[in-house]
Every structure is written in structure tokens, then in C-alpha cells.
């Protein structure tokens, strides 16, 4: 399966990329920044040049399943979070649309409400329009959603839950492995789970679903 992955130079899509390239699937890393072509070059991973905030076509084509690992970061303002993390999500599922692009997975977060009032409630807000538009959608979507991200080592030892409001920490390891394991997860499409750090190999927990 030829998978695209938005946000590839992220901390998280990174750790995808690698996961995709040393596995089954045949990662595509779409970057902005064309000196980050370097860092996929020597994984043997392709790039491709585009920007949520034009449209992505040219990088969709082609491709059978999609993960949108993108972010604005916690260093832009509250503008660049509607562009990317709210139209830029929702510009990317629309051209998997048109370009016929069925298997869709959504990096999201807990606690998204459109009504948020959190101390991130920007953030929170724009992943909730992204997420409600993609679960009305037609395509065959997967929503995860972390909670806090930490650096710790992977452990692919989780705990799911269709409960999406809450607290806790999730590795980016084991989020990068649930990532990349849904792509093989059917029973996982139609579905929106928060996804912890927690004592139950990932494996049973998505199969679980």
C-alpha cells in the first residue's frame, strides 16, 4: 500500500515514516521544506514538496491510504492552528476524495470539542471541526487520539478507549506504532478512539475495537 504521510517531518510523522519503511507499506513523506529531503533520502523514503495551505493533489495522487500526522506546533499563533490543524486537514481529505484515496487515518487528540474552553482551546476547537467533517465523510477513516506526547521509549503496551475526553500520556512511539498499525486494522475504519499509554499490547486493544 503506497501511504502517504502529511506531516512527515514531525517528531511523530517521522517515527511513522520509519515504522512504514521498515514494514509491509511503501511510505511517500510530504514536506514543505525541501532541506528536509535529506533525513527521507537516507531512509530510502520518498518526498514530495507541498503545503496544507495550497492545495496537495500533486502528492495524493497516486496513493492508496493517507496519514495526516500534521500540526501547526505550539510555536505558531492561533491563525496557522485553523490553517493547518482545521482547513488544511479538511483540504487534504477533500483530495483524498477526488483522487480516490478510500483509507484515511486521522492524528487527532484527546478532549477535541468545538466548544472548548481549555487552556488550548483553539487547538482543541479546530481538531474537532477536522475530526467532524472527516466522520461525515465518505472515506474510510480511522480518528486517533493521544493525549499528551511524551519522548519515552515505545512499548506498543496501550489502552484504548472509545471515551475521548480524559487525561494522560501517550509515548509517540507507541502513537506512531498505532498509526501505522491501523493501516492493517479493518475493524478499526468507521472509528474514533483516545489512545494511552496503558498495560495492553496494541495489538489486542486495537483488535479489541
Same mark, same amino acid.
Given at each position: 500500500?503506497?501511504?502517504?504521510? +502529511?506531516?512527515?517531518?514531525? $517528531?511523530?510523522?517521522?517515527? &511513522?515514516?520509519?515504522?512504514?519503511?521498515?514494514?509491509?507499506?511503501? #511510505?511517500?513523506?510530504?514536506?514543505?521544506? #525541501?532541506?528536509?529531503?535529506?533525513?527521507?533520502?537516507?531512509?530510502?523514503? #520518498?518526498?514530495?514538496?507541498?503545503?496544507?495551505?495550497? #492545495? +496537495?493533489?500533486?502528492?495524493?495522487?497516486?496513493?492508496?491510504?493517507? +496519514?495526516?500526522?500534521?500540526?501547526?506546533?505550539?510555536?505558531?499563533?492561533?491563525?496557522?492552528?485553523?490553517?493547518?490543524?482545521? /482547513?488544511?486537514? /479538511?483540504?487534504?481529505?477533500?483530495?483524498?476524495?477526488?483522487?480516490? &484515496?478510500?483509507?484515511? /487515518?486521522?492524528?487527532?487528540?484527546? $478532549?477535541?470539542? /468545538?466548544?472548548?474552553?481549555?487552556?488550548?482551546?483553539?487547538?482543541?476547537?479546530?481538531?474537532?471541526?477536522?475530526?467532524?467533517?472527516?466522520?461525515?465523510?465518505?472515506?474510510?477513516?480511522?480518528?486517533?487520539?493521544?493525549?499528551?506526547?511524551?519522548?519515552?521509549?515505545?512499548?506498543?503496551?496501550?489502552?484504548?478507549?472509545?471515551?475521548?475526553?480524559?487525561?494522560?500520556?501517550?509515548?509517540?512511539?507507541?502513537?506512531?506504532?498505532?498509526?501505522?498499525?491501523?493501516?492493517?486494522?479493518?475493524?478499526?475504519?468507521?472509528?474514533?478512539?483516545?489512545?494511552?499509554?496503558?498495560?495492553?499490547?496494541?495489538?489486542?486493544?486495537?483488535?479489541?475495537?
Amino acid at each position: 500500500m503506497k501511504v502517504l504521510v +502529511i506531516g512527515a517531518n514531525g $517528531n511523530t510523522g517521522t517515527r &511513522v515514516i520509519k515504522r512504514l519503511a521498515n514494514g509491509n507499506h511503501d #511510505p511517500v513523506a510530504m514536506i514543505r521544506n #525541501p532541506e528536509h529531503r535529506a533525513k527521507f533520502d537516507s531512509l530510502g523514503v #520518498p518526498t514530495i514538496l507541498a503545503d496544507l495551505e495550497y #492545495p +496537495i493533489d500533486h502528492a495524493v495522487q497516486g496513493c492508496d491510504a493517507m +496519514i495526516f500526522a500534521a500540526g501547526s506546533g505550539g510555536k505558531t499563533g492561533k491563525d496557522k492552528t485553523v490553517l493547518i490543524d482545521h /482547513i488544511g486537514a /479538511i483540504r487534504s481529505m477533500v483530495a483524498a476524495q477526488v483522487n480516490d &484515496v478510500r483509507r484515511y /487515518i486521522m492524528l487527532s487528540s484527546i $478532549n477535541n470539542d /468545538i466548544n472548548s474552553k481549555s487552556p488550548i482551546a483553539h487547538y482543541h476547537r479546530a481538531k474537532a471541526h477536522a475530526d467532524n467533517h472527516l466522520i461525515e465523510s465518505d472515506l474510510d477513516y480511522t480518528i486517533v487520539c493521544p493525549g499528551g506526547l511524551t519522548d519515552e521509549p515505545g512499548t506498543d503496551l496501550v489502552s484504548i478507549s472509545e471515551e475521548l475526553q480524559g487525561r494522560g500520556l501517550t509515548s509517540r512511539e507507541n502513537l506512531a506504532s498505532a498509526l501505522v498499525a491501523c493501516l492493517d486494522s479493518d475493524n478499526t475504519i468507521g472509528k474514533s478512539f483516545s489512545l494511552l499509554d496503558g498495560n495492553t499490547t496494541l495489538t489486542e486493544a486495537l483488535n479489541a475495537l
